[in-house]
């Protein structure tokens, strides 16, 4: 009897199987994973099988913030409230503003694992495609190292002391390829991690594993912005926060130069497009994470990267500090948002961007 007994599926395990000669479901399974939790919402009144597919999709993209766009899946876990999922488009990397935000399939229960694996290594080329490169056209290389491959584990150009010192890695000016152990942010996320709905934060980024001390965790990826652009949406996210609960992912970085007299100035925007980066929680105390802005030989901008600062336990949020919120007191007074980072030191409220 025990091997008749169908197994149940266990929460999150939803699976909608598409009977292959019926077009109308074919068709449909194909067209829902491209819409947003609004249309998808709106599709699913309709009739009763195009609910039960939303429904599978939900579960679907409650298993894999990433769309299988990383080397391991991100879950939602959500033991608050009814959310199960965030809704963003996902890029493993910085890429170009892009207005309106593109569509991308997320959640379809049909993808084969050919697709899958494909999809892995679209996202790899397309961190080349993306990055700011100083090759020129022909692709001859105009900057970047001399080293042609690495041996032996090692890169002639590999300056690895500490976490806080990596500041170049190998790229698409060098000639060694992505085994060279100088490009280690360059292979997407590799340990597990998972995103966990807060009652008083929000999503927030968790370890889903030990990760030790240097380890690198993920970039922060989303759209690059002009200085124009960034002041208009900070603009527009305000008045939406305002309204509504409402999150805003927007990153201003700051590099100044060596001469002192110039300042490099770095705009990502990951709330409509980004990576689980984009779920990292601000914590007063500087939080668990280092950042590092690494510079890729052959790329123009730097991106900013984050890795372990200490030994990192299983289920421990991921935090990092947004800025001094005693360097942005007084600005933006009518926007501040109170800080439940819950650390000693906790100022209040959250460290604000004046864009
Ligand atoms: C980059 S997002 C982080 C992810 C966000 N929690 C979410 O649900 O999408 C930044 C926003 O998260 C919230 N947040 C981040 N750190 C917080 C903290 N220490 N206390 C309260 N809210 C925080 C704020 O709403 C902030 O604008």
């Not at 169908?6 to 999150?12: D, E, M």
């Not at 494909?118 to 080293?147: H, I, P, T």
């Not at 380890?215 to 912005?225: K, M, T």
């Amino acid at each position: 009897m025990e091997g008749s007994q169908s197994k149940k599926p266990r929460l999150g395990e939803t699976q909608f199987i598409i009977p292959a000669t019926d077009p109308f479901l074919r068709c449909a399974s194909l067209i829902l994973p491209w819409l947003n939790p609004q249309e998808l919402a709106a599709i699913s009144l309709t009739c009763k099988t195009l609910s039960m597919i939303s429904k599978s999709l939900t579960s679907g993209r409650s298993l894999d913030a990433t769309r299988s766009l990383e080397n391991l899946p991100v879950p939602f876990c959500n033991a608050v409230d009814s959310k199960r999922y965030a809704y963003f488009i996902y890029t493993p990397f910085q890429i170009p503003a892009s207005s309106p935000p593109p569509r991308q399939s997320w959640g379809s229960t049909v993808v084969s694992p050919a697709i899958r694996v494909k999809s892995v290594l679209d996202s790899a080329s397309e961190r080349g495609r993306f990055g700011v490169s100083l090759v020129d056209e022909s692709g001859e290389k105009r900057y970047g190292c001399e080293c042609q491959r690495c041996e032996e584990g090692s890169c002639a150009c590999l300056s690895l002391a500490g976490v806080e010192e990596i500041a170049n890695e190998c790229g698409s000016g060098c000639g060694c390829g992505l085994d060279c152990p100088n490009r280690v942010t360059q292979k997407g996320i590799s340990v597990r991690l998972k995103i966990v709905r807060d009652e008083k934060k929000g999503w927030s980024l968790y370890a889903d594993q030990l990760i030790k001390k240097g380890q690198f965790i993920c970039e922060y990826a989303g759209e690059l912005l002009t200085t124009e652009e960034a002041r208009r949406r900070q603009n527009l996210y305000d008045k939406l926060r305002s309204t509504q609960s409402f999150s805003s992912a927007l990153l201003v970085i700051r590099e100044h130069l060596p001469s002192g007299k110039a300042c490099l100035r770095i705009n990502i925007d990951a709330t409509r497009i980004g990576n689980v980066a984009r779920f990292i929680n601000h914590s007063c105390d500087g939080g668990n994470l280092s950042t590092v802005l690494l510079r890729s030989s052959g790329a123009l901008l730097p991106r900013l990267c984050f890795f372990a600062a200490r030994d990192i336990l299983a289920a421990e949020e991921l935090s990092f500090s947004y800025g001094d919120v005693r360097l942005t007191a007084g600005k933006n007074r009518d926007n501040k948002l109170n800080c439940c980072c819950g650390s000693s030191c906790c100022f209040g409220t959250l460290p604000c961007e004046n864009t």
